[in-house]
């Protein structure tokens, strides 16, 4: 089947920096990708969408300057956390589709800022 | 608007058989998708259902019906590792996921 990869899989970071993390498609082109946040005991919260080339959607409530999403090639997606304050501390994850259906899911990023 | 209702919390025997039911209602339908997704884990697909009626894999089986705006995951012979948060979701008419809350399943001895 279809893998996503993310790195890092756990980051701890001093309050105001910034933190890089990536996404890749390892066997297929993900036109789509997805970055999601999930605070402890909830569900699934969708950040934004980016389509390969082109600018990352965001939505409701997502601050686009804080949270910036680069989508260079069809197998690479990048999500910074810019000045990160602890209540950005969450699991990241993103997912990456092949086609108009299966989302695949990376295994998710352990951020927490201190 | 938008919206899936799911079970918050269900709890069930090892070895026995239950089913965690989804309803939705959505700005279209283009497929249904439950995920299992264990504690600091990211989700893992279990099934896609687009078309009426039950999809078996395994263990666990998947239906739904359209009319209804209903699905179903059973999952028979439980196991303690079965102990997860169990994600319905629909893609929706833009072919994005619109996602439940989830369903924590418990699994006693």
């Known amino acids: 089947g279809a893998v996503v990869s993310q790195h890092p899989s756990r980051v701890i970071c001093k309050s105001g920096t910034s933190v890089k993390i990536e996404c890749r498609s390892l066997d297929f082109q993900a036109t789509t990708m997805f970055w999601y946040r999930q605070f402890p005991k909830q569900s699934l919260m969708l950040m934004a969408t980016s389509n390969e080339g082109s600018k990352a959607t965001y939505e409701q409530g997502v601050e686009k300057d804080k949270f910036l999403i680069n989508h260079a090639s069809l197998t690479l997606s990048t999500l910074t956390v810019t000045s990160a304050h602890p209540e950005d501390s969450s699991f990241y994850i993103c997912?990456?589709?092949?086609?108009?259906?299966?989302?695949?899911f990376g295994p998710g990023t352990r951020l927490t800022v201190t | 608007g938008q919206n899936i209702d799911q079970p918050t919390e269900m709890t069930a025997t090892e070895g026995a058989i239950v089913q965690i039911n989804c309803t939705y209602q959505?700005?279209?339908?283009?497929?249904l998708f439950w995920y299992q997704q264990h504690a600091g884990e990211a989700p893992t697909f279990l099934s896609y259902?687009?078309l009426d009626g039950l999809e078996e894999k395994g263990r666990f089986s998947s239906f739904l019906s359209r009319s209804k705006g209903y699905s179903y995951l059973l999952l028979k012979e439980l196991q303690m590792k079965d102990s997860a948060s169990y994600l319905c979701?629909?893609?929706?008419?833009?072919?994005?996921?619109?996602w439940g809350a989830g369903t924590k399943l418990i699994i006693k001895p």
């Open positions: 997912s990456a589709r092949d086609g108009d259906t299966e989302q695949y």
């Open positions: 959505t700005s279209g339908f283009n497929g």
């Open positions: 979701a629909v893609l929706d008419s833009n072919y994005q996921l619109i």
């Open positions: 259902n687009v």
